[in-house]
């Protein structure tokens, strides 16, 4: 996830060409919220196709404007994602 | 060549070396022409009275007191439009039993223009080949070798793009070619019918090495003209780059120059600088673009020949077997233009440099699942999806054969994503999925 969300810069995205702090601060957060929340899968299998839908959701962020209606809309698709599969 | 009425004959050579004679002489310029015992030579060296020239021909024969003659100017080409569709040697003489061309003669290895006259490279050239195009896009006024083993392809690739490239003029510079290869670039072109717009220097394997010096300098005279004098978008195509530098390291050891890394002289760097940094867009229109081929020794870039070129061009193109579909790519890992970025999705259509991106990092997938695979772990559904991507991947879009505009190649892209994964598996930007994603796979 750090990987795909945080390293993983698109030079050629309009938004994610360029990150201020307050955003890359605010995004490191929400990838380590995610390392520290326990998550439990039915079977292993399960584990890849559902972190490639935080990913996906996670990036969606990357490309929208920082606080703006898009972005708040995928991380609320985010928290959803979330909430399937963490451990209460 | 011409002499002049009064000319001074020298008669005394003081040392001789394979490729290069010294001897004493007075009002002599660097690079100003010579004639050694009625041999081609060229000033390399002044050091006080003594003069090195080195000896197109090779020194084979020449006696110590053979007649030196000094011509009083460097080597020049005689340009107008007439050089189109001609084939010449190292000094600009026809190849091809047709008759000396008749124009401006214009002194060759001239400076390179200033940078402040240069327009930024803005214009894309096509070739066609998707491991260019949609990968690596070139641009109108770009400087990028092909890196490739000696066994691999790169003048039929050289031949694909010359005559696929929406350009108005090519050069073709030939060092060290085989005669195979020398008539495989005439039998090619002349079927294409694209004779007209082509113009080639050509050194051959059975002339003497040292010749093939001229012959980058005597391509980029021409490409001048018709990019100044005619406004032309020209591409100059040299191969093979790693014979003119091995040609220069002849030269410079024969001279007692100490050598520098893996026996190159230490002004291998300047000397390829100088034919590379030709390339450039006018302001008015023209341009020249430049595509080498530099082959390495057993892949090796540490070598001084691609680790200089690396630091002047912009960019590489890597060409490598995939033993998977049997075909030659252009390996998209190792392979980079750094002059994409001012065409694409500007010139070409928004999603391209996504999917470019995405498409590369799921090969990139394939090839850690390749690795699983042959350390004997089990594949998961993604790894085996990602692994028959990469085969289609390599079979349809990185292949040197094949030949598609720009648009098709992006949406041969959209159709393979949609063929093997799920939208949210390929992580694009959302309005993008909406709009291009194929809505029947």
């Known amino acids: ?88 | 060549m011409e002499t002049k009425a009064f000319q001074k004959i020298y008669t005394k050579i003081t040392q001789i070396t394979k490729a290069t004679c010294s001897l004493n002489a007075e009002d002599v310029g660097y690079e100003e022409l010579a004639s050694v015992n009625g041999r081609l030579a060229q000033v390399v060296k002044i050091q006080g009275a003594s003069v090195t020239l080195q000896v197109f021909g090779g020194t084979e024969g020449i006696p110590s007191n053979a007649e030196v003659t000094f011509y009083g100017r460097p080597p020049t080409l005689k340009v107008s439009d007439d050089l189109a569709g001609r084939f010449f040697n190292s000094f600009g003489m026809p190849l091809d039993g047709g008759p000396e061309v008749e124009g401006e003669e214009r002194e060759i290895g001239g400076p390179s223009v200033n940078p402040v006259r240069r327009k930024q490279p803005s214009e894309l050239i096509t070739t066609g080949i998707a491991g260019i195009d949609l990968n690596n896009t070139l641009v109108t006024g770009q400087k990028i070798p092909f890196f490739a083993d000696p066994d691999q392809p790169f003048n039929q690739v050289m031949a694909l793009v010359a005559l696929r490239a929406k350009c108005n003029m090519i050069i073709l510079g030939g060092m060290g070619l085989t005669n195979d290869d020398y008539l495989y670039f005439k039998n090619v072109f002349d079927n294409a019918g694209a004779l007209d717009r082509i113009v080639s220097f050509v050194n051959t394997t059975e002339d003497p090495p040292v010749e093939r010096l001229l012959v980058p300098d005597m391509a980029l005279t021409a490409a001048e003209y018709f990019a100044v004098d005619k406004n032309q978008d020209v591409l100059v195509l040299l191969t093979d780059m790693t014979l003119y530098a091995d040609a220069l390291s002849i030269v410079s050891n024969r001279m007692d120059q100490i050598p520098s890394k893996d026996s190159m002289p230490g002004s291998l760097y300047s000397d390829l600088a100088k034919i590379y940094e030709k390339a450039v867009q006018f302001p008015e229109g023209g341009s020249i673009t430049i595509i080498a081929v530099t082959t390495l020794s057993g892949g090796d870039i540490t070598h001084a020949i691609p680790d200089n070129t690396g630091y002047i061009t912009e960019g590489q193109l890597f060409l490598r077997r995939d033993t998977e579909i049997g075909k030659v790519v252009i390996d998209p890992f190792r392979s980079l233009s750094r002059l994409k970025q001012l065409v694409i999705g500007k010139r070409t259509r928004e999603d391209h440099p996504q999917v470019m991106n995405t498409a590369v990092r799921l090969y990139a997938d394939a090839a850690n699942a390749r690795t699983k695979l042959e350390n004997g772990f089990d594949l998961t559904d993604y790894d085996e999806r990602t692994l028959n991507f990469a085969r289609e991947y390599s079979e349809k879009l990185l292949a040197i054969d094949v030949n598609i505009d720009i648009t098709t190649m992006i949406n041969t892209g959209w159709s393979l994503f949609a063929r093997h994964f799920k939208p949210e598996e390929v992580g694009i930007r959302a309005e993008l999925v909406e709009k291009y994603w194929p809505k029947q796979e």
């Open chain 1, 1 to 88: 996830v750090i990987d795909f969300v945080i390293l993983q810069q698109d030079a050629f995205d309009p938004v994610d060409r360029v990150t201020p702090m307050k955003r890359q601060k605010y995004m490191l957060e929400r990838v380590l919220d995610v390392y520290e929340t326990g998550f439990e899968f039915n079977s292993f299998e399960d584990v890849n196709p559902y972190f490639k839908r935080v990913i996906n959701e996670f990036k969606q962020m990357n490309y929208s404007e920082y606080e703006s209606d898009r972005f708040s809309k995928h991380e609320e698709e985010l928290n959803k994602i979330i909430d399937e599969k963490k451990i209460a």
